[in-house]
């Protein structure tokens, strides 16, 4: 049974997530009903990682197991036919190597975060950056991004609903740049907590306005405690970019 690996994007907008549910749209439910409509396959996509309502993606990588060997251009073709309207298309597909799969293979996820930093609102970017009138010093943000870095606990920047394990992580990017009229985040990790990147996000911001130091924002974390977040960032300039695999970082490394 070949298993196909997937490279997505989209516009989490019209979803409430990526993952399925019976009664509301989502990313997974659109892509599983395209493969039903190409081949008749009832199956389960699985995915490097799963995003909330309103939550974009420039690079997510699924996979998907058919009982028939198709061309994977074939593939990828059908389901972006049978996605249409919906703002889902897959960028390419391939067969993927035995014994890989699109989450447990996976050894670093990476987000960025958009902000607008202007006074006018966005016309051609409704829903796909957080727009803040006030000036935001990047600078400074990105100082206090760096006390993220490395192994800790995360509990300040985990949701109430978060079902992980344990709030400890490692993050090893966080950076904070200006781009013209924007401001972007990014954000790498082998996993994140529920959440965690936009509640760091509205933190930094909090930074960047001038109403934290970096001295509070090292203090948040350390507090271990979700009452020491500051706002959580909304999820319109959250944007899933990209996953590594361990087996490619080897390969590049010869």
Known sequence: ????RLLIEYDGRPFNGFQAQLDQPSVQGTLEAA??????????VATAGRTDAGVHALAMV????????WRPDVVRD?????????????LSAQIAAEGWHARFSARERRYLYRILNRRSPPALLQGKVWHMKKALDAGAMHQAAQAL????????FRDLQCQSKSPVKT????TVRSDGEEIVMEFAARSFLHRQVRSMAGSLVEVGLGRWTEDDLKAALDARDRQACGPVAPADGLYFAGVSYETEEANRAK
Do not use: I, W
Request: charged share 15%; aromatic share 6%; proline share 6%.
């Open 1 to 4: 049974m070949p298993r196909y």
């Open 35 to 44: 493969v039903l409509a190409f081949c008749g396959e009832s199956v389960r």
């Open 62 to 69: 699924v996979h998907v197991d058919l009982t028939k060997t």
């Open 78 to 90: 059908a389901l972006n036919a049978h996605m249409m309207p919906q703002p889902v298309v897959v």
């Open 149 to 156: 870095l490395g192994l800790h606990d995360f509990t300040t």
């Open 171 to 174: 993050l090893g990017l966080a």
